[in-house]
């Protein structure tokens, strides 16, 4: 089974900074058709987990441009520009390339200074 | 729009079996593969059991296989999880979400419904 690792678990940011959340598989999430099968879901307080991203770095509809997803292989990184209060939710990556089963990192918890 | 709506939880004991349903709307369910995934009390998510759209191929995770069973009813638009022999470590809120295929990201989840297992 893949392994997936976030990090940090935790992560204090302030208002209009920067976030930046690491995610890597034990195994490459990269098929032979070039697309990464790594996808980013965001759990607000009291809510579902929703889509983020997808394929690594595709926004999922209706996501703001402040989301980007990128990396390859076993290493991705999500990036959160200028951070919103409304940001504060824990975000996971998941694997979608060897299934089953489908694995999620731990996930990473944001929140506000 | 595409709704799911998950029902059935409820308060159990070990040892015990529990039915969870899934209403799907807004989309042609038979066209689309369908996940369980659970979260327990404080913790992260973890994928349960995935149906694939023409119901050829069921898979589950090894923490439940042997125990759940998933299903559906095209007719009705649902899907279910059935679960035997449930366990304390059961305990959790679970979701069902929609998927195109195998490899296709949750684009769409319900809003969960609540499974205790407590002697």
């Known amino acids: 089974d893949i392994v997936m690792t976030q990090s940090p678990l935790s992560l204090p940011v302030t208002p209009g900074e920067s976030a930046s959340i690491s995610c890597r598989s034990s195994?490459?999430?990269?098929?032979?058709?070039?697309?990464?099968?790594l996808d980013w879901y965001v759990q607000k307080p009291g809510q579902s987990p929703q889509l983020l991203i997808y394929?690594?770095?595709s926004r999922a509809s209706g996501v703001p441009d402040r989301f980007n997803g990128s990396g390859s292989g076993t290493d991705f990184t999500l990036e959160i520009n200028r951070v919103e209060a409304e940001d504060v939710a824990v975000y996971y990556c998941?694997?979608?390339?060897?299934?089953?089963?489908?694995?999620f990192g731990q996930g990473t918890k944001v929140e506000i200074k | 729009q595409v709704q799911l709506v998950e029902s059935g939880g409820g308060v159990v004991q070990p040892g015990t079996s529990l039915r969870l349903s899934c209403v799907a709307s807004?989309?042609?369910?038979?066209?689309?593969?369908m996940h369980w995934v659970r979260q327990a009390p404080g913790r992260g998510l973890e994928w349960v059991a995935f149906?694939?759209?023409?119901?050829?191929?069921?898979f589950f995770a090894d923490s439940v296989k042997g125990r759940f069973t998933i299903s559906r009813d095209i007719s009705k638009n649902t899907l279910f999880l059935q679960m035997n022999s449930l366990r304390v470590e059961d305990t959790a809120v679970y979701y069902c979400?929609?998927?195109?295929?195998?490899?296709?990201?949750?684009?769409?989840w319900g809003q969960g419904t609540l499974v205790s297992v407590s002697s």
């Open positions: 998941m694997q979608a390339l060897q299934t089953p089963p489908w694995t």
């Open positions: 195994q490459s999430l990269l098929h032979s058709n070039g697309y990464n099968y």
């Open positions: 394929l690594g770095s």
């Open positions: 149906m694939k759209y023409d119901g050829s191929d069921k």
């Open positions: 807004g989309f042609s369910f038979s066209s689309y593969g």
């Open positions: 979400a929609r998927v195109r295929d195998n490899h296709s990201p949750l684009r769409f």
